[in-house]
């Protein structure tokens, strides 16, 4: 059964090839806060579960360890990045064109790009904390017990 390194260890590594394979088509200052943000994250979340349900009990991979919760999870953050992650683009491309327009010693240069890489590193936050649960309940439904589809009692 897989401990805490080992799920941190594979959230970061899900995070960041998945955060490499996304940012591809992101400007280039926003690609590393934004595969940071996703490594960060998935360490973070990777042990989720089983803060929520430790080992240490006899309830250890029950609701919070199940197929239903990992469907929930990824259901949210779709919508999540469907509403909020969509306006935090929208609002980053309105920007560069605001700065497109100032001269490159404009000060509000700086700004600018400080707030287009701080939306990346969040989008990248919300991505990391999927693929760090994600990644934890795949790691743990890999393993002879397996994991429940809704919880121990019901399946």
Not at 89 to 105: M, W, Y
Not at 114 to 132: E, I, K, M, P, Y
Request: aromatic letters at 4%; charged letters at 15%.
């Amino acid at each position: 059964m897989p401990g805490a390194s080992q799920h941190r260890a594979i959230a970061v590594a899900a995070a960041a090839v998945i955060g490499l394979i996304r940012a591809q088509d992101m400007p280039e200052e926003e690609r590393l806060p934004y595969v940071a943000g996703a490594c960060l994250g998935a360490f973070a979340t990777a042990t989720l579960p089983d803060l929520l349900e430790p080992a240490i009990h006899g309830w250890h991979r029950d609701v919070f360890h199940s197929g239903t919760a990992g469907v929930a999870l990824v259901g949210g953050a779709v919508r999540l990045a469907a509403t909020k992650g969509q306006q935090m683009v929208s609002e980053a491309k309105q920007l560069r064109e605001t700065a497109g327009t100032l001269a490159p010693t404009d000060p509000r240069q700086a700004n600018i790009t400080n707030r287009c890489q701080t939306g990346a590193f969040q989008r990248g936050l919300v991505l990391g904390g999927v693929v760090g649960v994600g990644s934890h309940l795949v790691a743990d439904a890999a393993t002879p017990r397996g994991i429940p589809l809704l919880s121990r009692g019901l399946g």
